[in-house]
């Protein structure tokens, strides 16, 4: 090849170049921001590239979701919602374009929004304007749940204040998108991300149908704000029921040297309550009694020794001698724990004075624990444990079972009387009195997972682990369809294997309705 044509190869490659940058630069709906005295953080009129020329975008209709999506088509995050006012100044030379363009929030580029078509407009003389930003200070995050904790909760978002709310899906939620909420809301990090509507549909589910600010977020884990974190899709419907995101924040750093240990019992799972706190071994003030408020706060601490200590789940407190009496100062009182703590030191708690810290102050706080479970051994209870909801003869409630660290209940699709019988008889009795499956146990008070559903027993397996369980944490239920269950000790019989007869079945339903009224009373309490 001579050199002539190798230049002349060069020149056509170059001037190729040149056309095809110019016709990238140039493609329909391509944007641009003007008259911004700003490149990171563009504030303008927005302008659309159209028929080889720039004009505006006509402000009917135009709204946070119009701007959010041109800002990402920039390349930002997000958008400052004050950057709506709208441009007024004078025409200009250039064409107006657009009007009443109409986002939602998940579309990739403007193109694909609608809008009334091209130059169809009766434009007031106000003009689209844009204010982006790669912060999303102005997304503001709330919590609900069914209990009041300020440190946990499924999650609310509202994209700018008064906005209309949105959920989180939890499709891809895990501990990085969790700590980017927590630090959002002024905690330090996150002890754990919620999945499967942890803490129960958020209320307004019931009269409509509210939508999911994004779908599969993905976060590094170092954002200011959910907004600035990549998703699969942006305000969407696209979410199974009853999959809503939650957080359990950490209310404060872990404290240097802070460690949990129960001391005096016959093995190291059971024992009274020791705490190292401020280079000193203390315990905890609760006073002396049994009544049903106290132990419901040591619960609530017990679930979180014995899960801190790895010590499986907490089978009882004690307040009494049995391990002796307290050998270390009380400095500790009104400890509060949510139950879903990783650590004590996440609890609330207050100091009390020195000149209180005799041991002689207060009840002898103890805790037996389950200790750690064999691999596939998943147990069940009754829940509101260490609270009597019956006689020694009978309880009557809803049915938890253990998986990874938490108690949640089952949902009754597909719940048989069989699976009934064997949840009796784990739990030590030999009679099913009552069986819930079908009538649902109202949901309007529990806390906490719904973690099985699509159980299969036979009827004589021993326990509801041995039966054919469904996949962990994976429903279509809400807590409305907990399993529910009443079981009886014969008179006549000592067996656990004494399964109620039909005849007996027919005669305990007529208590279902009675039954259902007292454990919508107990959810409350």
């Not at 040149?18 to 009129?45: E, M, W, Y």
């Not at 400052?80 to 004078?90: H, R, T, V, W």
């Not at 949105?166 to 891809?172: E, H, I, P, R, T």
């Not at 999959?243 to 001391?263: D, I, K, P």
């Amino acid at each position: 090849m001579t050199m002539e044509a190798s230049v002349k190869i060069a020149v056509f490659i170059s001037s190729l170049l040149v056309i095809l940058a110019r016709c990238k630069a140039q493609d329909i709906f391509s944007l641009r921001v003007v008259n911004s005295t700003s490149i990171t953080t563009p504030h303008g009129r927005l302008e659309v590239f159209y028929k080889d020329q720039w004009g505006r975008i006509c402000a009917e209709g135009w709204d946070f979701y119009d701007a959010l999506v041109s800002c990402r088509q920039l390349g930002y995050h997000w958008v400052n919602y004050l950057g709506l006012d709208g441009d007024k100044e004078g025409r200009g030379e250039e064409p107006t374009w657009l009007s009443n363009v109409g986002c939602v929030g998940s579309e990739r580029s403007l193109e694909r929004c609608p809008n009334d078509g091209w130059m169809r407009h009766e434009c007031s003389g106000s003009f689209a304007t844009v204010w982006c930003t790669n912060e999303a200070s102005n997304l503001e995050v709330e919590f609900f749940s069914y209990i009041h904790f300020a440190t946990e909760g499924g999650l609310l978002i509202r994209p700018y204040p008064d906005s209309e709310p949105y959920l989180v899906c939890d499709k891809g939620w895990d501990k990085a998108e969790a700590d980017v909420i927590c630090r959002q809301m002024g905690f330090p990090s996150a002890a754990r991300a919620t999945t499967g509507s942890y803490f129960g549909e958020h209320p307004s589910r019931l009269g409509h149908q509210l939508k999911y600010i994004a779908t599969g977020l993905k976060c590094q884990g170092n954002e200011s704000s959910i907004g600035e974190c990549r998703a699969e899709m942006w305000f969407t419907e696209q979410c199974p029921p009853s999959h809503e995101a939650g957080v359990v924040c950490n209310r404060r750093e872990e404290l240097a040297g802070f460690q949990v240990r129960l001391v005096s019992g016959k093995n190291q799972h059971e024992g009274l309550l020791e705490i190292f706190y401020k280079d000193r071994w203390v315990t905890i003030y609760i006073a002396s009694g049994d009544d049903y408020f106290s132990r419901t706060v040591l619960f609530s601490v017990g679930t979180v020794v014995c899960r801190q200590l790895g010590y499986g789940y907490l089978m009882d407190v004690t307040t009494d001698d049995r391990f002796g009496e307290i050998a270390v100062p009380i400095a500790i009182e009104n400890m509060r724990c949510s139950r879903d703590e990783e650590s004590l030191a996440q609890c609330e708690f207050d100091e009390m004075d020195a000149d209180d810290g005799s041991p002689a102050n207060g009840a002898a706080v103890g805790f037996i624990c389950s200790g750690a479970l064999p691999e596939g051994k998943h147990p069940i209870r009754f829940a509101y444990p260490g609270v009597n909801r019956g006689s020694q003869s009978g309880r009557s409630t809803y049915l938890e079972i253990f998986y990874d660290g938490k108690w949640g209940t089952i949902c009754n699709t597909d719940w048989t009387r069989e699976n009934s019988i064997v949840a009796c008889r784990e739990l030590g009795y030999s009679h099913l009195w009552y069986d819930g499956n079908g009538l649902g146990s109202g949901g309007s008070g529990y806390k906490g997972p719904i973690l099985q559903e699509g159980i299969t027993c036979k009827g004589d397996e021993e326990r509801l682990d041995q039966c054919e369980l469904g996949t962990w944490s994976q429903h279509q239920c809400s807590h409305k369809q907990d399993v529910s269950l009443g079981c009886s000790k014969s008179i006549e019989s000592t067996t656990k294997k004494s399964p109620l007869t039909t005849a007996d079945a027919a005669v305990h339903q007529g208590h279902a309705a009675q039954l259902f009224f007292l454990m919508f009373l107990i959810s409350f309490i």
